[in-house]
């Protein structure tokens, strides 16, 4: 499809999803589909199995599915189903969606321990050494890969050390990272590892999706606290009715995601797409610090997809005067997440490449309306 006549978006997202996604990723949704044809369920099932190809090497072992809703849908699918009755959750968190785990669990009435290291602190691994080896009741580990409340990279494969050590299903909310950062989720033993589809995928909102391990899948019958929620259930008509799903699916979503993950293909892959995006966040960092802004966290701990910066410390600043003043420059950012701190942030993941990131700190440096003398 020739998509040059489509219209450019109005601004550029630069949040961690939605995000900025290509116009034929969009194109793609510019057709109808019946939802127990096989032309449609054959995507479905193509979709599942690339996902499996793009976590592991060993892709008979593993499995996918596909649930409807945002991502955290996929996260409450995910721990609601795979924690059985009488079964305890481990949380380590260290931003708002580890809290989120750990609320979806309360909510569910699942047995549930948190470590919380505090927003800016990154996963304590003595601490998690410890607990397991103190609190026999534990049976499952999650913790987020991307914080992406401000930006911190998790260790997951130190992480999953311990956590395999001590023999614990071990669940990764790789929600914004995944398809952007290399990680095997097979070396890593990582048993249920969730996203969605409008992150590092690149696609649109509508549906997440969760890669297991096959005989970790076969075990969760029955331990669902939901229907529609249901892990187990979802997998298994997927499975046996070669890609259906049990409700309405997000037939256009599913559709532009094919596209998404063709251009991933394209791109190189995902080592290539982390490259472009650490590449971004580079230049977005050092240009930012040029002009006098600090990130919250130390370099060290920085994830390449989305990072934190300090508000400048002027009486003139306000967020929505800075965020309307960029955006009339063509760019979106983020509000901070940090209850502690005045920040905002500034994603770098999507259809951004590295001369929009340039673009974006001349803009900046045009909208810093408090400090004149730049
Ligand atoms: C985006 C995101 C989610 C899911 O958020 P939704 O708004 O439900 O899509 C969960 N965890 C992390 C780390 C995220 O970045």
């Known amino acids: 499809m020739n998509v040059d006549s489509f219209p450019d978006n109005p601004y550029l997202l630069l949040t961690p999803g939605p995000l900025s996604t290509t116009k034929t990723v969009k194109a793609a949704m510019l057709r109808d589909w019946c939802t127990w044809d096989d032309d449609y ?96 009741d534990i049976t499952h580990v ?50 249920f590892l969730v996203s969605s589809a409008n992150k590092c995928i690149q696609g649109v909102p509508g549906f997440g999706f969760v890669i297991a391990k096959r005989d970790a899948m076969e075990k969760i019958k029955g331990y669902a606290r939901s229907l529609s929620l249901d892990l187990y259930s979802q997998w298994k008509t997927m499975e046996d009715q070669n890609g259906k799903w049990r409700f309405t699916s997000a037939t256009h979503v599913v559709r532009a995601f094919r596209q998404a993950l063709d251009e991933l293909h394209e791109e190189g892959g995902i080592e290539a797409r982390y490259r472009r995006y650490h590449e971004n966040q580079i230049t977005l960092v050092s240009g930012m610090k040029e002009l006098g802004f600090k990130p919250l966290l130390p370099d060290e701990h920085h994830s390449p997809i989305i990072t934190t910066f300090l508000s400048p410390d002027s009486k003139e600043y306000e967020f929505k005067r800075f965020y309307d003043e960029l955006k009339k420059h063509g760019f979106v950012i983020y509000p901070g997440k940090v209850t502690r701190y005045e920040c ?18 001349e803009a900046l440096k045009e909208s810093m309306y408090w400090n004149k003398n730049i």
């Open 41 to 136: 369920n054959s995507i479905v099932q193509e979709i599942r199995k690339e996902l499996v190809s793009l976590a592991v090497n060993s892709v008979e072992k593993y499995t996918a599915v596909l649930m409807q809703g945002s991502g955290t849908f996929s996260v409450e699918a995910t721990i609601g189903s795979a924690v059985p009755p009488g079964g305890k959750l481990l949380v380590l968190a260290n931003g708002a969606y580890g809290d989120r785990i750990a609320t979806i669990a309360k909510v569910l009435n699942i047995h549930l321990a948190v470590i919380d290291s505090g927003d800016t602190g990154p996963v304590n691994l003595e601490d998690l050494e410890n607990k397991l080896a103190q609190d026999e």
């Open 142 to 191: 999650a913790v987020v890969h991307t914080e992406t409340t401000t930006g911190m990279l998790n260790p997951a494969e130190k992480i999953a050390g311990v956590v395999k050590k001590h023999n614990k299903v071990f669940i990764l909310d790789a929600m914004s990272s995944f398809g952007g950062i290399p990680l095997n989720m097979e070396e890593l033993g990582i048993d």
């Open 344 to 361: 905002f942030r500034i994603g770098n993941i999507g259809e951004v490449y590295k001369e929009d990131i340039n673009r974006l700190l």
